[in-house]
C-alpha cells in the first residue's frame, strides 16, 4: 500500500527537495511549512511517517514533535527529524520530545528512503 | 527543466528572502529593538542558507554559513552578549553571505579572502575550545549507537548471535514498532525468534501504553555485527538491546538484568548521554495552529491574465452601460439599476485582482541598508538609515522599478545631503547623519520619502551654477522651491562635487526621468542647515490610468492626469505670436510654449486658434511647463492600459492605448514626447493617426 509521507520544513526548497525524492521512491507526500501549519495538516491528514526539520519559525520542530505525541489519532507515529544539527544536546531533546529517529542534511536520498522505511510498518 | 534545477531555482529565490530577514534582524538588534524571537529568526536563515548549501553542494557557502550559524547560536543561547561591535561584524558577515549565495548562484568563486577574514572575526570572541568543524559526519544523529558490555571469551568456532529485546514503553510512544525490529533481523539470516510473553496480564488489566513483551533472537554467526547495531539506531535507551555471542544462557524473568549496557555516543563525542528529559520552551498551541490562515504561491502569469480579463470586463461593462444609456432607457429601470450594481462589482473586482499583485515595498527597502553600509564606508560619513512604512503595499511591476530611483536618492542624500562627522559636530549635530527612508499611501498613490539631516541645499551655490551653465538667465527671480528644483533639470550637475558615489554620470534628472515614466512625480524641499528631502509620488498600480479624455482634430485622446496641472480657456490678449507657427502663452506672468497636439501628431498643419480651444497645462520631464491646446476636454476616467509596443509597434508621442466606453480604440498621449519633440524642432510627429 501506497504510504503517505509528511513533511514539515520551513525552506520551500527543502520541501520541494524531499517531495521529489519521496516521490520518485514511490511514497505520497503532504507539506507542511512550519510546525503550526503541520499541526493543521495532521488534524486532515493521517500520514504514515513525520519528517520534520527542528528550527523553524512560529512552532519549531520539538514543540511539533509534542504536539503530535499529545494528539490521540498520531501518538504513536512514526517522526524522524531532519536537521543540519546534529549536536548531542539537541538530539536528546528530540528524542525526549518523542522523535523516532534523527537525519542530519544534508541527506541522501538513499539513507532518507532507507530510514523512512525503516520506520514505517 | 531539470526538477533539480527547479530546485536550486527556488533555492535562490528563498536564499533571497532569507538573506533580507537576516539584513532586517540584525539591524533590529543593532538598533536595539530585536528581542529573543529576532535572534531565533537571524540564526533561522542563515542555518536555511546553510542546509540547502549544503544539498548542493556548494561547499564555500557551507563553510562560511557555518562559522556564522556558529556565532549566532552563541548569541541565540546567550554566550555572547549582541554587542554593537558584534552585531556590526555579522552585518559585515550578511554581506558576505549574500556575496557567496551570487558566487553559488553566478557558478563562480567567492571573495574567500574576505570570507576568511570576516570568519575570524565572527570566531575570535568564541571560546577557544570550540572549534570551528564541519559537523556533517554522521548520516543518522541517533547513531551509531555502541552498547558496550562484558564479552565472554571468545571461542574457536564462533556461535550464533543472541539478540535481546525488551522495548520499554517510551519506544512505542516515540513510533517504534518492535514488528519493525524482527523483520529487519530476519533480512539479516535465519533468525529463530522466542516470544517471552511471561509479564503479559489478563486481558481486564492490560494498559495499552504499557510494553509487556520482549524477544529472544538467534541470528547465524556469520553476520556482522554492525550490521545488526544499525537496526536499533535510532532507538536509543527506550529498548534495552543486548547482542551477544555465545551460549544462552536461561532467559531470566527479570528483564532489567539482561542489559547492563553503557550507552555511549560514537565517535565524535564520547560523554555519557544525560537522559534527562530537557524541559520544552515552547508549547504547542493546537487551537491557535488550527486557526492561521494558509497562503497560497500563485504563478504570477496566472494574475496577469486575470488581471487582463478584469481590463477586458471593465471595457465590457462601460460599452453595455453606454449602450444602455443610448438606447433610452429609463434610470429607474431595472436593467439600469441591475447596470450600476453589475458596475459596482466590476470595480470590487478590479480592486481585489490589483490587490493580489500587490506587494509591501519591504523587499526594496531591505535591499538599501547594504546600500548605505557601502556608501558610509567608502565617504566616510556615519549615517544611520531609518526606514518607516516598510508593509505598504504597491504593484509588483511599480516594486521592480522603484530600487533604481530610490538607490539613487539615497545615494545622494548620502553624497551631497549629509556633512563629514568633523563638519557635523561643528554645525552642533551628532557626528552621525540620520537618513530616513519612508513609505506610504497618499491619495491613491504610494509616496516615497527621502530625508536627510544634513545641509540642506546651497541656494547661492546651485543658482551660481545654473546660471553658469546658461540654465536661467543671471536675472531670473527665483522662489527658495523653484532654486531647490533646478538639481532636476538635465545638465545641472554638481560637477566639483562628482564622485564615483552619486557620479556615474547619472544626475537628479535622470532619477525624475525614470520616476516620470512610471506616472510619477519627485519633488524636493530643503531647508539650510537642517536637511532635505526628496518626495516621489507614484501611482498604485501601471494597470489603470487616472486619465482626461480630450477631443484632438476630432478624435478621442487620453491624456495622464499626473502630467496635467491644471486646464484653462486662454484669453486670446494672454496668446502672443513669436512667429508663424509658434506662440506662448501666458499665465500669471510666466510664458509658456503653446502646443497644437493635433499639429504634434501630424492630424492637421496649422494649428487652431488657442483661444478657441482649452489649453492643458503640463509638465515634461525636462522640467519646463508647456500648454497643450486641444478641442475639447470630456471629462477625467480610469482607463484600462493596454500596450501599443505589444500590439502594434511604438508610436512617438503614444504611451499606449485604452478601449473606451464607446468600445473605440483611444490613444494615451505621452506628454513627455510631445513636448520634447516639439522643443526640438517643428516637425510634426506623423503616423500618429488614430484609427
Known sequence: ?121 | MDPMDAIKATYFQECDELLGDLEQGLLALELGTGDSETVNAVFRAVHSVKGGAGAFGFEELVTFAHVFETALDDLRSGRRAAEPALIKTMLRAADVLADFVVAARNGTSPDEARGRSVAQELAMAEEPAAPIVERRTDEFGFAPVVVEFDLPALESTPSPWQVRLQPLSAMYAKGHDAILFLRELGRLGEAHTTLIDDELPPFDQLDPDKSYLRWEIELPADVDRVRIEEIFDFVGDDCLVSITQGAVEPATSTPAAIVEAVIVEAPSAPQQVPLVSVPLEQKADVAAAAAASPTIRVDLDRVDRMIDLVGELVINQAMIAQRVTESGIARSSAVAIGLEELEHLTREIQDSVMAIRAQPVRSVFQRMPRLVREISAATGKLVRLVTDGEATEVDKTVIERLSDPITHMLRNAIDHGLEGPDQRLQAGKPAEGVVRLAACHRSGRIVIEVSDDGKGIDRPRVRDIAIAKGLIAPEAQLTDEEADNLIFLPGFSTAAAVSNISGRGVGMDVVKRSIQALGGRIAISSKPGQGSTFTMSLPLTLAVLDGMVVSVAGQTYVAPLTAVLESLQPKPADIRRIGPQQAVLSIRGAHVPLIDVAVALGLRDHPIDPATGIVLLVESEIGGRAAMVVEAIHGQRQVVIKSLEANYRHVNGIAAATILGDGRVALILDVDTIIEHQAGKAEPMRFARAS
Open chain 1, 1 to 121: 500500500m501506497t504510504k503517505t509521507i509528511l513533511t514539515v520544513d520551513d525552506s520551500r526548497m527543502m520541501r520541494e527537495m524531499l517531495a521529489k525524492v519521496l516521490k520518485d521512491a514511490g511514497f505520497v507526500v503532504v507539506q507542511a511549512e512550519d510546525g503550526v501549519d503541520g499541526v493543521r495538516v495532521l488534524a486532515e491528514c493521517s500520514p504514515d511517517v513525520i519528517i520534520t526539520d527542528i528550527n523553524m519559525p512560529r512552532m519549531d520542530g520539538y514543540g511539533f514533535i509534542e504536539a503530535v505525541r499529545g494528539t490521540e489519532q498520531h501518538r504513536a507515529k512514526p517522526i524522524l527529524v531532519l536537521s543540519t544539527e546534529s549536536d548531542p544536546d539537541k538530539k536528546n531533546r528530540a528524542r525526549a520530545a518523542g522523535a523516532t529517529g534523527w537525519i542530519v542534511k544534508p541527506f541522501n536520498a538513499e539513507s532518507l528512503i532507507g530510514a523512512v522505511r525503516r520506520v514505517s510498518a
